[in-house]
C-alpha cells in the first residue's frame, strides 16, 4: 500500500475536534472532550448538568486537570502543527504549559490538580514528581530538545517573548530540578537511601513519604538532562523494590507505622502492578548513558519476573497484588506500546533510534517524534529579529544540559555500579536482608513451546543472593572486596516546654496540657510562636550551610508534629522567651557577636503631585532618560537628578555648592518617613572596638518596636567621598555627629579610622563609623557573597590610631554593610549633613535638615529621622545552635 498521509489526516481531525477542550479564560484545557459535540457539558458544570438534554447527572462533570495531562501536549501539537501548517494545535499546547507554570508555587514548585476554570491549585495542595506531575518536567526538557534550532511558526496568536523559545523550556526544567532538590528530595543525612517524597506546594514542607510506581520515570529523564549520578542513585531504589517484589507495588510507604512495627510498606489500596514502562524506560536512558552491563541485567530481571508472574493465553496481564501473584484480567494499552518496546530496545544496540544523533524525543507515551530536516532549518536571508531562536538563546546554547562520557569499565568486576558504595544502602531501605536466598516462587518449571514462553530454572533462581540486585546479577559482576559506605544515622533532638501559663485562681491544674489559643500564628516567613507553653520542637542536626562544612546546627523540622518547609522560619516573641529559665542548657539565649541590625528611619520622596512644581523644571527633566535601578528609593537617584537639573537652572539653584552628588538644602521636596532594617557586620581584629553603651543597652527596649520618629540616633553624617589620606575629616564633624557614614574602598579600613581626628567624648560626639562595602570596592567573591546577601567580616589587623599616628585612647566602633544602591539611597536619606571633598581637598558640607516638611527644629519631633543598633541572638541546645529560630 502507498501512503498518501491518511494517518496525518486522521491525527489532524482528531486534534481538530479536542480544540474545544482549550476554550477556557485559563488557557487550561478542560480534562475531558466529546468528539462529536464538544463541550455542552460544561457549560453549567456547576450545577451539575452534564447531558445534551440538559438533565442531571451524578456524579456531576469536573473541571479539575492535572499538571501532566494540561502541560503535557508541546510534542505531539508542535510536531502536528509544523506537518500539517496548522498553527491552532502548537498556540494552544503551549499556552497551556506556561497556564500550567505560572501558577507555580513561590517555592518553585508544581502542584498535582488545578481547576481548568478557576485556575486555582486543587486540594490538598501537594507537590511530588509522581502521578499528576509527571511529566509535566518530561515535557519542560523534551520540549527544549525538540524545539532546538526551530523556528516559532509564522503565524501565532501568542506574542509573550521566550514562549516559542526553547532555552525557556529549558529554564523551566532547571528551576523545576532545582525546586525539588531542595524541597522534595529526602537526602541520605535523614533516611537510609535517598527518595523523593510529597510535599506541601507552597511551603516544601513534607507531607507524605510514599514511593509511587509512576515516579520511576525520574531517573530517565535526569538521565536525558546529563546528571548521571542523581538518576543512578534513584534507580537503585526502584531496582531494589523490583528485586524484592518481582514488580513495582503501584505506592510504597519507606516509613513504617504502628501497625507494621515501624516497618516499611506496600500501601494495602495501591498493592497491584499495571506492567507500567516507567522503570524499564530510565534503565534504558540509564544504559545507552553508561554502557553499565549492571543495567543489562536489570533489564533481564524485568524480563524474567514479567515471563513468569504476566504471561496468559491472550496477553500479558497486570498483577492485581505484587506479593501473592494474583492477575487482572487485563493488558494496559501501554505494555506493548511503552514497556515491551523500552525492553525491546534495551537488547537491540544496533537500532536506528539507539544510533541516531539528532533531537528525537519520546512522547510520555513512547512514540518517537522526530521534526522533519526541511523544516527545522531556518532561512539564511532571515534577519536577527525574524522567525527564529532569539541570539540569546543562541548565547545560552553552551549552558544546555550535557551527559558526561562513560567511565571506563573497572579492571575484572567492569560494573561500577555494581562496585557503587551506597549500593547496599538502597537494599537496607527496601529490605532485601528479608528475602530468603533459595525463596520458593510461585511457578513451576515449564518447558518453552508454541504457547508458552516456558519458565527455567534462571527464571526462579539468584546467581548470588537476593541481597545483592537486581537478583539476576551474576558473580562476575560482584566485587569480591566491596564495601559499602556507613549509612548516615541523623542526629535528632526535641524540646518539649512544660506548661508556662500561670495556674488558674481556684489553683486547679488538672485536665490535658494543650497548647493555649493564639500560641501559633502562620505567617509568611513561618510560623510566629507567641507563647512556648506547651510546645513541642523537634529538630535534626545537619551542616550550617554554604562555606561551613562540618560545622553542625539544629534545624526545627516540626513544630507539635506539624512538618515545617527547609525554608521556613521559627519566630519566637521576646515576651514567650522571656518565661524560659536563661540558665536551661537544652534552651540557651546567645547573644550574637558578629551580626547586628541597623533599625532606621530615613526620608524617602513621595511621589510628586504635580502641583507647585515649576513648568521650565518639569520641560527640563522630561528631557533626561533617567532609569530608576531596580528595588532603588528615590532618594538613592534623587542627587543625580538634581545635579543634571543645576545645570541648567542656575538661577533657581544660585549659591548651591557646585559637586555633583551633593542635595541643595534650598530645595524642598515632598517626604515620607519610613522604617529599614539593614544587617551589618562587626569587625575583628586587634582594631575592633565595642559598641558604645549608648548604641548596646543591656536592658532596653527593642529598638524596633519604637515608634516611627523617634529614635535615639539622629546626627548622622553621610560623606559621599572617600575618606583617605591626605584628607582628613573635620573635627568639628566628629564632635557634633554620633554616626558617620563612610564609604570602602581606596585605602585600609586602618587608615579610613586613622583620617578622623581626635575629640573629647560625649553625648554629640561621633560614636559608630559605617562602612559600607560599595560594589567597586568588593573583590569577584565578595561580590558573588553579597549576591548571596553574606557579608565578608572586616579585620582590623592594627590598633586605631589618630592621624598624627598615635594610638587612640577611646576606639571607634565600626561596621560594616551591603553598599548597594538601596542601602546608599536609605542612608542618605536618614543623614542630617551630607558631605564631599572638592577638587582642592576641602570639605563641601551640606545640611539637609533631618525632619518632616512644616516640622521645625524647636518643635515637635514626630518625623525625625534617626538610627538605633539592634542586637541579634540565637539559640542553641547544648551547644548546638538552633539554625532556623530566630527571636523577634
Known amino acids: 500500500l502507498n501512503y498518501d498521509g491518511q494517518l496525518l489526516r486522521l491525527a489532524h481531525d482528531l486534534a481538530s475536534r479536542l480544540l474545544p477542550a482549550f476554550s477556557t479564560a485559563t488557557g487550561l484545557p478542560y480534562p475531558r472532550v466529546n468528539l462529536r459535540h464538544g463541550i455542552p457539558f460544561y457549560q453549567d458544570a456547576e450545577s451539575g448538568v452534564c447531558r445534551l438534554d440538559g438533565t442531571s447527572s451524578d456524579p456531576r462533570e469536573i473541571t479539575e486537570t492535572c499538571s501532566a495531562g494540561a502541560g503535557s501536549l508541546v510534542l505531539e501539537f508542535t510536531t502536528l502543527s509544523r506537518l500539517t501548517y496548522d498553527t491552532r494545535f502548537e498556540d494552544l499546547a503551549k499556552r497551556a504549559f506556561w497556564a500550567v507554570w505560572e501558577r507555580r508555587s513561590g517555592v518553585g514548585l508544581i502542584g498535582g490538580g488545578l481547576d481548568a476554570e478557576s485556575g486555582q491549585w486543587t486540594m490538598p495542595p501537594l507537590a511530588g514528581i509522581g502521578a499528576g506531575i509527571d511529566s509535566f518536567f518530561e515535557y519542560a526538557l523534551k520540549a527544549s530538545i525538540l524545539l532546538s534550532g526551530l523556528s516559532p511558526p509564522p503565524t501565532t496568536t501568542l506574542t509573550t517573548p521566550g514562549i516559542h523559545d526553547p532555552q525557556s523550556y529549558l529554564q523551566v526544567w532547571q528551576t523545576s530540578h532545582s525546586a525539588i532538590r531542595h524541597h522534595i528530595y529526602r537526602s541520605s543525612n535523614t533516611e537510609k537511601h535517598p527518595y523523593y517524597s510529597q510535599s506541601d506546594l507552597l511551603t516544601g514542607a513534607p507531607r507524605y513519604t510514599w514511593i509511587d510506581n509512576l515516579s520511576a520515570y525520574y531517573p530517565g529523564l535526569l538521565t536525558l538532562a546529563g546528571n548521571v549520578a542523581e538518576a543512578i542513585e534513584s534507580h537503585l531504589l526502584f531496582s531494589a523494590l523490583w528485586t524484592r517484589y518481582s514488580a513495582l507495588p503501584e505506592r510504597w510507604q519507606p516509613v513504617g507505622n504502628m501497625h507494621t512495627a515501624g516497618q ?104 518517537p517524534l522526530v521534526i522533519p530536516h526541511r523544516l527545522r532549518t531556518r532561512s539564511p536571508s532571515s534577519s536577527e529579529s525574524g522567525p527564529g531562536p532569539s541570539q540569546e538563546s543562541r548565547d545560552n546554547a553552551d549552558d544546555a544540559p550535557t551527559c558526561p562520557a562513560a567511565p571506563s569499565p573497572l579492571p575484572l568486576t567492569i560494573s561500577h555500579v555494581a562496585n557503587s558504595p551506597d549500593l547496599f544502602h538502597a537494599a537496607a531501605l527496601a529490605q532485601l536482608h528479608l528475602v530468603p536466598i533459595n525463596p520458593t516462587r510461585s511457578s513451576p518449571l515449564l518447558e518453552a513451546s508454541g504457547s508458552s514462553p516456558g519458565i527455567s530454572l534462571a527464571d526462579v533462581q539468584s546467581p548470588s543472593n537476593y541481597t545483592f540486585y537486581p537478583w539476576t546479577l551474576p558473580q562476575s559482576l560482584i566485587p569480591p572486596k566491596g564495601t559499602s559506605s556507613p549509612i548516615q544515622v541523623p542526629v535528632t533532638s526535641t524540646l518539649t516546654f512544660p506548661n508556662l501559663n500561670p495556674p488558674a485562681a481556684d489553683g486547679d491544674k488538672g485536665g490535658p496540657q494543650i497548647i493555649p489559643l493564639g500560641a501559633l500564628q502562620k505567617v509568611v516567613e513561618g510560623v510566629l510562636i507567641n507563647s512556648l507553653s506547651n510546645i513541642r520542637l523537634s529538630m535534626v542536626q545537619q551542616s550550617k550551610g554554604l562555606g561551613m562544612a562540618g560545622v553542625p546546627e539544629f534545624r526545627i523540622q516540626s513544630i507539635a508534629n506539624w512538618a515545617l518547609g527547609r525554608d521556613e522560619k521559627v519566630l519566637v516573641s521576646r515576651e514567650a522567651v522571656a518565661a524560659v529559665s536563661p540558665a536551661d542548657p537544652r534552651f540557651t539565649r546567645v547573644k550574637d557577636l558578629e551580626m547586628v541590625d541597623l533599625v532606621v528611619d530615613a526620608f524617602g520622596v513621595a511621589e510628586d503631585s504635580g502641583d507647585g512644581q515649576d513648568d521650565d523644571e518639569g520641560d527640563v527633566l522630561a528631557e533626561w532618560d533617567i532609569e530608576l535601578p531596580e528595588n532603588a528609593t528615590m532618594d538613592s537617584s534623587w542627587s543625580e537628578l538634581q545635579a543634571m537639573v543645576s545645570s541648567l537652572l542656575s538661577s533657581a539653584l544660585a549659591g548651591t555648592p557646585d559637586h555633583p552628588t551633593l542635595t541643595p538644602a534650598n530645595v524642598k521636596r515632598p517626604v515620607t518617613l519610613t522604617r529599614h532594617i539593614i544587617p551589618a557586620i562587626l569587625p575583628t581584629g586587634a582594631g575592633a572596638a565595642q559598641l558604645p553603651a549608648t548604641l548596646d543597652p543591656t536592658t532596653a527596649e527593642d529598638p524596633a518596636q519604637l515608634s516611627l520618629g523617634h529614635l535615639p540616633i539622629s546626627t548622622i553624617f553621610f560623606l559621599d567621598s572617600t575618606l583617605c589620606p591626605p584628607h582628613r575629616l573635620p573635627v568639628s564633624i566628629a564632635k557634633t555627629h554620633n554616626i558617620l557614614v563612610l564609604k570602602r574602598g581606596g585605602c585600609s579600613f586602618a587608615e579610613k579610622l586613622a583620617s578622623i581626628p581626635s575629640f573629647p567624648p560625649g553625648p554629640e560626639a561621633l560614636q559608630l563609623v559605617i562602612m559600607l562595602s560599595v560594589p567597586e570596592s568588593r573583590s569577584p567573591g565578595e561580590n558573588h557573597m553579597a549576591a548571596g546577601g553574606e557579608l565578608i567580616r572586616p579585620l582590623l589587623d592594627e590598633v586605631q590610631r589618630t592621624p598624627n599616628g598615635i594610638e587612640r585612647r577611646e576606639p571607634l566602633a565600626m561596621v560594616m554593610v551591603d553598599g548597594g544602591e538601596e542601602t546608599v539611597g536609605i542612608l542618605r536619606g536618614a543623614a542630617r549633613s551630607i558631605g564631599a571633598f572638592d577638587e582642592g581637598g576641602k570639605l563641601v558640607e551640606v545640611k539637609q535638615g533631618g525632619l518632616t516638611e512644616g516640622v521645625g527644629e524647636g518643635g515637635d519631633e514626630a518625623g525625625r529621622v534617626g538610627l538605633a543598633v539592634k542586637r541579634r541572638y540565637w539559640f542553641e541546645s547544648m551547644g548546638v545552635p538552633i539554625g532556623n529560630l530566630i527571636m523577634l
Open 264 to 367: 516499611p510498606y506496600i500501601d494495602p489500596n495501591f498493592k497491584h502492578w499495571a506492567g507500567r514502562p516507567e522503570f524499564v524506560e530510565s534503565n534504558w536512558y540509564l544504559f545507552r548513558a553508561t554502557g553499565d552491563p549492571w543495567f543489562l541485567h536489570v533489564g533481564e530481571m524485568f524480563l524474567r519476573d514479567v515471563k513468569r508472574r504476566c504471561w496468559t493465553k491472550c496477553g500479558w496481564a497486570a498483577l492485581g497484588d505484587v506479593v501473592s501473584g494474583e492477575q487482572r484480567d487485563r493488558m494496559e494499552s501501554f505494555f506493548l506500546g511503552e514497556t515491551a518496546k523500552y525492553l525491546y530496545l534495551l537488547f537491540d544496540d544496533d537500532h536506528p533510534l539507539n544510533k541516531g544523533d539528532r533531537p528525537i524525543v519520546f512522547t510520555t507515551e513512547g512514540h
